[in-house]
């Protein structure tokens, strides 16, 4: 459509629209994505200048807290649309990830010591091949060849976070969890 017409046609829709019509893009955005994204990342993607964006999550956030749903629009770490936390036992009923302890260990080993060597992560945990297996399948870990080019180094996804509902650095993890031991004591 040549900008001639494209502007003739935004000139009639009334400023209202045009601003439900953006939260409605924003809102899509956040719900296909389902991870924390930045407003300059939802600018680029919709080609829309950032401000513009930004007022666009303001009201979002206004109308989701307005309403008695399930759902939120967390701010903390990005923007994501998620589930309330006093319904996140429903979310676990459908949705659960089955981790056995032994691989959980192993998660919280990557996720304090990160970014960990595959090859030190194995002097610690015995099975820890196996185990980093199934957390790549999962989604919770993420492996890049090590410059070395000998072993990988393991760090913690954004899935990870988002699952766990962890907001922070594995610092604040570590308080978090009281850690005091040593980690092979895991």
Not at 40 to 58: D, F, K, M, T
């Amino acid at each position: 459509m040549p900008a001639d017409k494209e502007n003739m046609l935004n000139e009639n829709i009334p400023p209202e629209e045009e601003t439900n019509n953006l939260k409605a893009k924003v809102e899509a955005v956040l719900f296909i994505t389902a991870r924390a994204m930045q407003p300059v990342e939802i600018s680029e993607l919709l080609g829309i200048p950032e401000e513009e964006v930004e007022n666009a999550l303001l009201d979002l956030m206004f109308d989701y807290s307005s309403r008695d749903g399930a759902l939120e629009i967390d701010d903390e770490d990005g923007y994501i649309i998620q589930v309330k936390a006093e319904h996140l036992d429903i979310v676990e009923k459908l949705c659960p990830v089955d981790i056995k302890p032994a691989v959980a260990k192993t998660l919280l080993i990557i996720a304090l010591k990160e970014p960990i060597r595959q090859s030190y992560l194995k002097e610690l945990r015995s099975n820890a091949y196996e185990h980093v297996t199934e957390l790549l399948e999962k989604g919770f870990i993420s492996r890049t060849k090590d410059k070395n080019g000998r072993s990988y180094n393991l760090k913690t996804t954004p899935k990870f976070a988002e699952y766990f509902k962890l907001k922070g650095d594995a610092k604040t993890l570590a308080k978090l969890l009281d850690t005091t031991k040593d980690i092979k004591n895991l």
